[in-house]
């Protein structure tokens, strides 16, 4: 498991790796986050997937917000090494999954890439909908098999505004606290269903 490069960009997602992208606003509270969290859970994870974060209007360069670092010491994850990127056309492409924190940032990945819409998704959503996919065609921890779940989750997504994660960005230390909360609950669904029984 290894960080998206910075510029992971020639080419449509590799045949060999699942990539994964959490997107949020300034690419330095929750995408960043979810990040380090997401890298933590997939450390011994047998699918060689990638995870990577970027933001719709990034601070670009900036290190993680400090309440974030925090939150993240808080769980024995280190944020500090961190530094904001700007989502493009070019990491949407080589991502097999955009995980993004707001339907907004969903709407702006997707006008920058129409072909992005059936794989990317707000992180709640996808946790809830891949957790039904059940892809027992595939065997565990197989890159097929967690593109199969993606697809499977587009597939069934509804029509009504999709669940999000709330950005407690200049809010108090608790609000982030809060939000590492629920990103690892949604992240734990998501990786437990891509990457299948264990």
């Not at 986050?33 to 990577?52: D, K, N, R, Y």
């Not at 990491?91 to 097999?96: H, M, R």
């Not at 996808?126 to 989750?153: C, E, K, M, N, P």
């Amino acid at each position: 498991m290894t960080a998206i490069p910075p510029a992971a960009s020639d080419a449509a997602p590799g045949r060999g790796e699942f990539r994964i992208l959490l997107v949020c606003t300034a690419n330095i509270c929750r995408s960043a986050m979810a990040e380090v969290i997401a890298q933590a859970m997939l450390h011994s994870a047998a699918l060689p997937v990638t995870t990577g974060s970027a933001g719709v209007r990034a601070m670009v360069g900036h290190p993680m917000a400090p309440h974030a670092v925090t939150a993240l010491d808080r769980l024995g994850l280190n944020g500090r090494a961190h530094r904001a990127r700007l989502l493009d056309h070019d990491l949407i492409s080589s991502s097999d999954l955009l995980l993004t924190m707001e339907d907004a940032h969903r709407a702006i990945a997707v006008r920058l890439d129409p072909r992005a819409a059936a794989k990317t998704f707000t992180l709640p959503e996808f946790a809830h909908l891949a957790a039904g996919a059940g892809q027992r065609r595939y065997r565990s921890d197989t890159v097929d098999r967690a593109r199969a779940i993606v697809r499977s989750a587009a597939e069934r997504r509804a029509e009504r505004r999709p669940l999000e994660v709330y950005d407690p960005y200049g809010g108090p230390p608790e609000g982030y606290e809060v939000c590492a909360k629920t990103l690892g609950e949604s992240l734990s669904h998501a990786l437990a269903a891509l990457l299948g029984p264990r």
